[in-house]
């Protein structure tokens, strides 16, 4: 178990204030002052649903005041559950968790979203643009409903470049496709990525190329989110051998580079 990581991480029993539909997804706004307060970019949440036996992750969307919001698709009991709170229900939850990204920007960054993944980059943004380092956002999916928040991204990015893969909504291809263009035009030096697996890996694979650091968000499964089941272990690059690091606790943001995305 990660002490450092989870030095700042408290248990308690928040208060729906909100629930949103963007698009596809849902978002839902959580009164807990003990944790909205504390939270990085990047960090999650862990979140009971359900009556169910584990809690279940969630990237924080936002983390404002007293009050902290998670974005979510809905393709379960337990999510399909949190998706039917209303306003003054209870929730039992635990966080900030797990490591976010680096707050040490030196020059732009482009933030690259893969469907409600892109959640996770609002905090980055707007963590990093007050103190004079651009953020431009690069969100793709599917279709247009499943591109998340992408009105509301204009209002926190310094640019905002969208793709679908069918057209529907910005430039037609995928995320990778816009990213060479978009490192040049606005001569970022890195990028912050959240998304599906697979996008994660063609994103490293272009940063490699152009030679830029990437760092990724992953999509695991956490069944605890404390580093004690090990069932979030992800491949890493150790050398001669391939070391395995849990999700929850070195993670989720890690070097890109530094995954052996196989």
Not at 204 to 212: F, N, P, S
Not at 220 to 234: D, R
């Amino acid at each position: 178990m990660n002490g450092s990581v989870l030095a700042d991480a408290v248990e308690t029993t928040g208060r729906v204030t909100g629930v949103r539909r963007m698009g596809e997804y849902m978002v839902l706004s959580i009164r807990a002052p003990e944790i909205a307060g504390r939270t990085l970019p990047g960090q999650f949440v862990m979140l009971d649903s359900a009556g169910c036996l584990l809690r279940r992750p969630f990237s924080v969307f936002r983390a404002e005041d007293d009050v902290i919001a998670v974005a979510f698709d809905v393709i379960g009991e337990g999510t399909r559950w949190l998706g039917t709170r209303v306003l003054g229900d209870e929730l039992k939850l635990a966080g900030p968790l797990g490591q976010g990204f680096a707050l040490d920007a030196d020059g732009p960054t482009v933030a690259i979203g893969g469907g409600y993944g892109a959640a996770a980059l609002f905090p980055l943004a707007e963590r990093l643009r007050p103190s004079g380092h651009p953020v431009h956002a690069l969100f793709g999916a599917a279709r247009e409903a499943r591109v998340f928040g992408h009105d509301e991204a204009k209002k926190v990015f310094d640019s905002v470049t969208l793709t679908t893969e069918d057209g529907s909504l910005g430039q037609k291809g995928l995320v990778t496709d816009a990213l060479s263009k978009l490192v040049s035009s606005t001569g970022a030096r890195r990028v912050a990525a959240c998304g599906p697996m697979p996008m994660l890996a063609a994103v490293a694979a272009r940063c490699r190329d152009l030679g830029i650091g990437c760092e990724a968000a992953v999509e695991e499964f956490m069944a605890c989110g404390i580093g004690v089941c090990w069932t979030c272990v992800i491949a890493t690059n150790g050398g001669e051998a391939v070391a395995y690091k849990r999700s929850c606790t070195e993670g989720p943001v890690f070097d890109a580079q530094a995954v052996a995305w196989g």
